[in-house]
């Protein structure tokens, strides 16, 4: 039952408990945590407000983009917005179309398909839109790694501009322009935008230029989905940008978003980053997935009822679909490393028969259970397609730079990337990236740590503290929800629930108070918990509304006996 590691953050200051007193105590130990110990920088923060001036013109190729589409705007010349297949890219191809037609222009999609033509620009693309009449191209979430397409480009005599958020590699492709915040000598201050935050910031540049009296605001939709999608961090201008984002989704006039949301059985009414994270994302998401990612295009677009249904029912297909695969090939995948060595620094599996579409999904799953970076992959006749996850003990994009020579190409973050190499290089990358994780993560306690704010009791758990806690959302990646401990609760019920019993359901009392708590993905520490025993609980504290009622719970974490070393 014990697997993970407990930590309590340290307690808030005598000096951060002066300047946050308007706040209850166990609300400024959170914003203590979270970096905020003083009445200003935690007020922006519980009003998610930027700090600094995020102005799109601080941005280096902003100018000279904005010129380029002006001209092509007043010379009714067609752009395509070229995006990415996952959501990131898919809402912000949605976006920058969006807007350039708001704004006149005769704007096209390109969204390459997964298996036939793999991530990011390609040639053949490049090729098939310049005989077509297309001059100017427009990359959303993409490029910043393509400099062989874009010499290609120009070549042609095509005008490429790259907006992108990637990391870049050590030399930029020559392009018409470059826009992404992580570009060596870019002053803009926030670098942790999403593609779609990127076009955005395009989008006003756009929009104030060319003095439109259409309102950004109906965007920030888009901006929120994509950025929680992507799991960008959930700080800075992010949060800023998805809790009104948010609320654009909560309002929506967008005939897909109410139709998915529909489909799905979601309140869209009170639509929060989590159920992007685990209703609306995975649905869009599964086009590009299974199929082509133009259906979630279209659904982000379709102002017509009918076509929207149509299309979010296909989507909650996929999804479904996308589901029992990832079950089959997360099994294959596990069977694959327990009979290499469950016990390596890095995981590897690789099989012709696997989903390049939710080969990721695979590697997440294996990089949960066992805490070791994970690489889950597709052999084809010449190459492997691999995408990797990882742990914060193991940045997996820096590893796979050390192997650039090996790979036909690669890119992504600390947590996740994208690969492929030729099956003749497999061999070699794949004892390279062992040797690697070997001397990283050589001496290191590889669990799995969760972190709480403080311990508290059950029964100061009061409903006012629920207005403070919402003042925390959005939540998620790098700004996590707060979460608590309570020591010597006693479980008064217990049993599973869900298919399988995947999940855990307790009703617990610490003497003076009683709440339900509900344990995702716990069902198995059930037979572990009989009823009376005394139990120390790590959880967030929400509500929860079912069958028309709304109840205080809790949301578990772990569980463990008490006394038990956290």
Not at 207 to 216: G, R, V
Not at 221 to 238: F, H, I, M, Q, S
Not at 278 to 292: I, Q
Not at 463 to 482: H, I, R, V, W
């Amino acid at each position: 039952m014990r697997n993970k590691h407990w930590r309590i953050e340290s307690p808030l200051t005598s000096a951060a408990d002066i300047e946050l007193q308007d706040y209850p105590l166990i609300i400024r130990q959170v914003l203590f945590n979270r970096g905020y110990a003083t009445k200003e920088s935690a007020g922006h923060y519980m009003r998610a407000e930027p700090t600094s001036d995020t102005s799109p013109w601080r941005l280096i190729g902003m100018r000279e983009t904005v010129d380029r589409v002006q001209d092509a705007l007043l010379h009714n010349e067609p752009i395509v917005v070229y995006g990415d297949y996952d959501v990131d890219g898919v809402t912000a191809t949605a976006l920058l179309v969006q807007t350039l037609r708001t704004l006149g222009g005769d704007a096209h999609e390109y969204i390459p398909n997964r298996f036939d033509e793999g991530y990011g620009i390609n040639n053949e693309a490049l090729k098939t839109l310049y005989d077509n009449g297309i001059r100017l191209i427009i990359s959303v979430d993409c490029g910043i790694r393509s400099p062989g397409e874009a010499a290609y480009a120009h070549e042609l005599g095509l005008d490429l501009i790259i907006t992108d958020h990637h990391q870049p590699a050590q030399d930029l492709p020559e392009a018409f322009a470059i826009i992404n915040p992580k570009q060596p000598g870019d002053l803009y201050p926030d670098k942790e935008l999403a593609g779609v935050g990127v076009a955005y910031k395009l989008a006003e540049a756009l929009l104030e230029t060319l003095q439109s009296d259409f309102d950004k605001s109906q965007l920030l939709d888009l901006v929120a989905l994509g950025t929680v999608a992507d799991l960008a961090p959930l700080t800075g201008e992010n949060r800023s940008l998805v809790r009104q984002g948010l609320k654009c989704i909560q309002t929506t006039k967008r005939q897909g978003l109410f139709s998915l949301a529909n489909v799905a059985d979601m309140n869209i009414t009170t639509t929060s980053a989590t159920n992007i994270g685990f209703v609306l994302g995975p649905r869009l998401n599964a086009a590009g997935r299974l199929e082509s990612a133009l259906a979630s295009f279209e659904l982000l677009i379709t102002q017509d009822i009918m076509r929207a249904g149509q299309l979010a029912l296909q989507l909650d297909k996929n999804n479904r679909d996308r589901q029992a695969l990832t079950r089959q090939i997360q099994e294959q995948a596990e069977a694959i490393v327990m009979a290499e060595d469950p016990n390596a620094d890095l995981l590897f599996a690789v099989h012709p028969d696997f989903n390049t579409g939710v080969v990721g999904l695979a590697a997440s799953r294996l990089s949960e259970i066992f805490y070791r970076p994970a690489i889950v992959g597709q052999n084809s006749d010449e190459t492997t397609r691999c995408s990797c996850r990882s742990i914060p003990e193991f940045h997996i994009t820096q590893a796979l730079d050390q192997c650039a020579d090996l790979l036909v190409r690669h890119g992504g973050h600390a947590a996740a990337a994208g690969f492929t190499v030729t099956n003749d290089n497999l061999p070699e990358l794949k004892n390279r990236l062992k040797i690697i994780a070997k001397k990283e993560l050589e001496g290191k306690e590889l669990r799995q740590t969760l972190t709480a704010d403080g311990e508290i009791r059950l029964v100061d758990l009061k409903p006012e503290l629920l207005k403070f806690l919402s003042a925390l959302q959005p939540t998620g990646y790098g700004n996590p929800d707060a979460v608590f401990v309570s020591r010597g609760v006693k479980i008064k019920t217990s049993r599973t629930v869900g298919a399988e019993g995947k999940h855990l359901k307790l009703t617990v009392n610490d003497g003076n108070i009683t709440f339900d708590a509900i344990g995702f993905r716990l069902g198995h520490l059930q037979p572990e918990l009989p009823v009376e025993k005394k139990m120390d609980l790590m959880y967030t504290f929400e509500t929860n509304e079912f069958n028309g009622r709304t109840y205080l719970q809790l949301n578990l974490k772990d569980v463990k006996k008490s006394g038990t070393p956290d």
